[in-house]
């Protein structure tokens, strides 16, 4: 029934949320989705799992208050195995969790300061992305929309700094640079199939590449266009892509 399928708190235009979103439709399982906005959804993810997380996503399953989308991920393996995203194999598994854990940990963090700061540089975009993000009654107001979403952004995210941005641009890279030298001559990242590591490294590089199959159409700042469009030939930006267009059923 409707009443009993698993919810899913979230943020529409995180990535830690689109890679649980594309968890739940890989698997095809029938959820319902509550969206959130910045800042709101930290006292509201601190009610639902009863104080053990601050952040989205959150999945209510089977009377469970999941926060963090890696325990997300282990919580649906465990409970949809079909299709699997886990490999069967040990040593592979292990490879996976590893990868998806670097990817989350190292990349996540920087791709999201490097992207937050090179909007609050570009007002009319970034206001257009925050009135986007918050009810309709409210988006009819986009400046106030923007202001607060620098706000909170700058305080939550260090987006402020140029020279934090700095240093997660050359994170971001290394991160790149990792994804290509992981693939090695091989479609995916361990064995032959989609795994979570796969999930995970494209769901996190997605606010750089934005692929059509992805959560969020804009234009960008022009500082994240002249990134883009110099990683634009490299095999790590068309893996991506080919993720999203190969593995993103919504």
Not at 19 to 28: E, F, S
């Amino acid at each position: 029934m409707a009443a009993n399928r698993p919810v899913l708190w979230h943020l529409p235009v995180s990535h830690y949320s689109e890679k649980v979103r594309w968890a739940l439709d890989h698997k095809r399982v029938p959820h319902r989705r509550r969206a959130l906005f910045g800042g709101v959804h930290i006292p509201i993810a601190l009610a639902i799992t009863k104080g053990r997380s601050y952040t989205l996503p959150v999945l209510e399953l089977d009377a469970l208050s999941i926060g963090d989308s890696t325990e997300i991920i282990a919580a649906l393996e465990q409970r949809y195995p079909d299709p699997p995203l886990y490999p069967p194999d040990p040593a592979q598994r292990a490879r996976a969790l590893e990868l998806e854990d670097w990817f989350d940990t190292r990349l996540g963090p920087d791709i999201r300061r490097f992207v937050f700061h090179a909007l609050r540089g570009e007002k009319e975009l970034f206001d257009e992305l925050a009135a986007s993000q918050i009810p309709p009654a409210l988006s009819r107001y986009p400046r106030l929309a923007g202001a607060y979403g620098r706000a909170f952004t700058g305080l939550r995210y260090q987006t402020v700094n140029a020279r934090h941005a700095d240093q997660a641009l050359h994170g971001v890279t290394e991160a790149f640079d990792r994804l290509e030298a992981e693939l090695g001559e091989n479609q995916y990242l361990v064995g032959e199939r989609f795994t979570v590591a796969d999930l995970t490294a494209a769901s996190m590089f997605y606010p750089l590449v934005l692929p059509p199959e992805g959560p969020l159409t804009m234009d960008v700042p022009k500082t994240v266009s002249d990134v883009r469009d110099s990683l634009a030939g490299r095999r790590g930006s068309q893996w991506v892509s080919e993720m999203f267009a190969r593995h993103r059923r919504q």
